[in-house]
């Protein structure tokens, strides 16, 4: 069954914080495991797992980085892990399975944003393969270690609103655009875990994808100051715009989706501002929406399908 993109009415909203969604909820002896989670959204989300009692696996391509980052959060762990590379999930995978450990929550939140062309693995374009792929064999490898009950978030984008897959060339083998190979990566994201909800209906997971909204992190590392401006990020004395959220209330719909008893319904919900969203009926992306290429369940098969093939692997 297709979960309708219609909001709840949650209480919480656009200003609520990763620790405002935790009220009330103790993650005392859960596990948890967030891509990314040692910079900008992933960082506040692990930090306020962490506070509601969780235990949070980091896995990181920089584990250093992620050490320092993490060094004053009790309960976290780094490992090694590259996402661009599929051999590096899989040692990571069958390390984490070998330790006998289960997952009670994913965070698919690791991502790279406008980064010029660059290929990685077999030639793939490096935004899809990242973003995408690298959690997609993550999540499938991870299978035997997802508790009953598990959820899994897929951290997507209003970045979603400028691409559909470009099924004909996904690879960008010709005319690379870097914020379309983004908006690409992140209606993937979103396709996957309506693909995954589909397939966990019966005995899990569950899956969610998210928009955080627009939040001044590293990601956006790859553009240029100048243009910072141009695009509306920031008001002319540097300052993040009208609109834009701090990185707490941007860690806060991937919590609250990870958490929320009010989603166990909602298998497959695109959520935004801590509710399921609306379908979107504007290209603004500081309002957001689904747009329809991101609900489509056989797109969503058929993505599957084909990460399967690339990767190699398909657990479900
Ligand atoms: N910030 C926003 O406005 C916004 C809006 C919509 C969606 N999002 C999404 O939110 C997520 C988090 O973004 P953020 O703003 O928190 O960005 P961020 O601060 O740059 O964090 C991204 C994280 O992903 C990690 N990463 C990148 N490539 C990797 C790889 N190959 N293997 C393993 N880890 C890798 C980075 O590690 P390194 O630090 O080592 O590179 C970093 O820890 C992304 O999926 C992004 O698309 C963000």
């Known amino acids: 069954m297709i979960t309708e993109q219609r909001r709840l009415g949650t209480g919480f909203g656009a200003q609520s914080t990763a620790d405002d969604v935790l009220t009330g909820i103790n ?15 992933g960082l506040e989300a692990t930090r306020a797992l962490v506070r509601a009692g969780a235990h ?9 980085t992620a050490e320092e980052a993490l060094r004053t959060t009790p309960r976290t762990e780094v490992h090694p892990l590259d996402l661009a590379d599929l051999e590096s999930v899989r ?18 939140g690791a991502g790279v944003m406008a980064c010029p062309e660059t290929r990685v693995g077999p030639g793939w374009e490096a935004h899809f393969a990242i973003n995408h ?18 959820r899994v978030i897929a951290v997507a ?16 083998r010709t005319g690379y655009d870097r914020w379309l190979a ?31 909204g627009s939040i001044l992190t590293p990601l956006q590392r790859h553009v240029p100051r100048a243009e910072w401006l141009e695009l509306g990020w920031v008001t002319p004395d540097g300052e993040p715009a009208d609109g834009f959220k701090t990185p707490r209330q941007g860690a806060a719909t991937a919590v609250w989706a990870a958490t929320s008893p009010l989603l166990e319904t909602h298998g497959g919900a695109y959520c935004q501002d801590c509710d399921i969203a ?17 609900t489509d369940p056989r797109a969503a098969s058929r993505l599957w399908e084909l990460s399967s093939e690339l990767t190699g692997v398909n657990a479900f």
């Not at 984008?157 to 960008?172: K, N, T």
């Open 27 to 41: 993650l005392t002896g859960t596990t948890a495991l967030v891509t990314g989670g040692y910079s900008g959204l």
């Open 56 to 64: 949070v696996i980091v896995p990181a391509r920089r584990p250093a």
């Open 133 to 150: 792929l690298g959690h997609f064999a993550l999540v499938n490898r991870l299978r035997a270690a997802l508790a009953p009950g598990a």
């Open 91 to 108: 040692v990571f995978a069958d390390r984490f399975l070998e330790s006998g450990r289960t997952l009670d929550i994913v965070i698919n």
């Open 182 to 212: 983004y908006a690409q990566s992140k209606t993937a994201n979103a396709l996957f875990a309506l693909h995954l909800a589909h397939l966990g209906a019966e005995s899990g997971p569950h899956a969610f994808a998210v928009h955080p």
């Open 278 to 294: 609306e379908p979107a009926d504007t290209d603004d992306m500081l309002i957001g929406g689904a747009k329809p290429w991101i």
């Open 157 to 172: 984008s209003a970045g979603h609103f400028l691409s559909d897959i470009r099924w004909e060339d996904i690879h960008f």
